[in-house]
Structures are given as C-alpha cells and as structure tokens.
C-alpha cells in the first residue's frame, strides 16, 4: 500500500514538471546564416546600457527555457520507463533532465548576468560623464 501511494506521488509530480515543461514558448531559432554581412568594428554600434540590460534578461529567460525543456523531458523519459517497470532507467532519466536543467539554468543565468552588470556599468559610466560636464561648465 506505502509503495502504490509513492508511485502515485511520484507519477503526480513528474506530470507536472512535464505539463509545465511543455507550456513553456521555444527559444527563437539561430538566425546566423553564412549570407549575413560581417560586419568591421567600426560598422559596429556600441549597444545602450538599457538594451545591454534587456538582453541579459533575455539570456536568463533562454537558459529557464531550455533548461524546463531538458526537466520535462526527463520526466518524460522516466514516466515511460517507470509505466514499463525499469526503475532504474527512470531515475537515470530523471537525473539527466534534471543535470541538463541545472546547466541551461547556470549558463543562462551566468550570461544574462553579466550582460545585467556590463549595463549597469555602462549607466554608472553615462551617469560620471555629465556629472564632469556640469561641474567644467560652472
């Protein structure tokens, strides 16, 4: 009776790591393409504080989306091989889409950190420039 109420319990929380999963939009596809103009570095705009911010945020939502992705697989994965009897082949799912997520969560959270602080940095830089500007015109 325990071990049928476990499994239950277990099935129930894979369900919903997996219907969250699968709610979750797809991370927009790579548009590099080897026909893009390559670009010198005097063509390159230097991106704003804000957009620079923004996209941090945007690196950080990716890595949340992909790494959802990886959970609900794994769950997936484990679903189907607890229904056929191979429990252990259902905890290695589990563990892979878990791993996977951790990574996509870490890489994403890293980058859109950073890019959060170089923006920030640059505000601060924005913010010094007209402070000196104003104390030279007095």
């Not at 709610?23 to 620079?52: L, R, V």
């Not at 892979?96 to 969560?105: E, L």
């Amino acid at each position: 009776m325990r071990s049928a109420f476990r499994t239950a319990c277990f099935l129930a929380i894979i369900s919903v790591f997996g219907i969250y999963g699968w709610s979750q939009p797809n991370p927009a596809p790579n548009t590099n393409s080897a026909d893009t103009h390559k670009t010198t570095p005097q063509d390159k705009k230097k991106t704003g504080p804000g957009k620079e911010m923004g996209k941090g945020g945007g690196d950080i939502g990716k890595g949340v989306a992909k790494g959802t992705g990886d959970m609900a697989k794994g769950t997936a994965g484990a679903a189907g091989n607890l229904a056929r009897g191979n429990v252990g082949s259902a905890g290695a799912s589990l563990g892979k889409g878990a791993g996977g997520m951790g990574k996509n969560v870490a890489v994403g959270t890293g980058k859109g950190v950073g890019k959060i602080g170089k923006g920030v940095g640059g505000e601060f830089k924005k913010l010094g420039g007209k402070s000196k500007q104003s104390t030279e015109k007095n």
